[in-house]
């Protein structure tokens, strides 16, 4: 069984916003890790945050992770047609990644 | 560089063939591994290795073997193809052995079974 659980399965938002996805997961991980896929194209990675961490940036993405909820949230602020793509979380346990079904995002122009 | 390179990146295979799916990194990464996709879902992990000559199983391994004689390759090899096992395959690595930097993925083998 998947070990991630991205909510919602599918955001379509207008340019300029902003867009939350959520990822919930079951066991303890060493880090967690996000990535986005753009149609049919191979996972590029977006930004990693570790167990001991609770919040990183990385441009126009903020990452936070909440151990205690087993949780982790992403969001993406003013938004452009260009992050329309699939994102996935994915955690690390000893030597396995484990990703989840994946939030599907449509930036309308 | 060239990064993480899958070959072929489409095969239509009849049921009960064999085939090996190629991955290179050119990163001197000491983890690889194979995921397959499967429409509405994320990836799931078959085979993954924390160097040569080490491989381990993933979460669905069966009907799949791996191995790892060098660095720089670590081939998939379907015994005996089933429809079941049509799907897109994703060959990634990544620096060290614990998975704490970013994954590079390949650009994936689009593999269909008839």
């Known amino acids: 069984s998947q070990q991630g659980e991205e909510d919602p399965q599918a955001l379509s938002i207008q340019e300029g916003e902003n867009a939350t996805m959520n990822c919930s997961y079951k066991?303890?991980?060493?880090?967690l890790q996000w990535y986005r896929q753009n149609s049919g194209r191979g996972l590029v990675h977006l930004i990693l945050?570790?167990?001991?961490?609770r919040e990183k940036h990385s441009g126009r993405l903020r990452v936070t992770l909440d151990t205690s909820k087993k949780s982790s949230s992403l969001l993406i602020t003013a938004s452009r047609a260009a992050d329309t793509a699939s994102y996935f979380c994915?955690?690390?346990?000893?030597?396995?990644?484990?990703f989840g079904a994946g939030t599907t995002v449509t930036v309308r122009a | 560089n060239a990064g993480v390179t899958q070959t072929p990146k489409f095969q239509v295979l009849k049921t009960g063939q064999s085939m090996t799916l190629q991955c290179a990194q050119d990163m001197n990464h000491e983890y690889m591994s194979w995921y397959r996709q499967d429409p509405g879902m994320g990836l799931r992990l078959i085979h993954y290795?924390?160097?040569?000559?080490?491989?381990d199983q993933g979460e669905v391994p069966n009907g799949y073997n791996v191995s790892r004689s060098t660095t720089e390759d670590f081939p998939l090899r379907l015994l005996s193809a089933a429809p079941s096992q049509t799907s897109v395959y994703f060959c990634?690595?990544?620096?060290?052995?614990?998975?704490?930097?970013?994954?590079?993925f390949g650009q994936g083998t689009r593999l269909t079974v008839v």
């Open positions: 994915a955690t690390v346990l000893t030597y396995k990644l484990s």
């Open positions: 945050i570790r167990s001991n961490e």
């Open positions: 990634a690595s990544s620096y060290g052995q614990g998975l704490n930097t970013e994954a590079f």
């Open positions: 290795s924390v160097g040569a000559g080490i491989t």
């Open positions: 066991t303890s991980i060493n880090n």
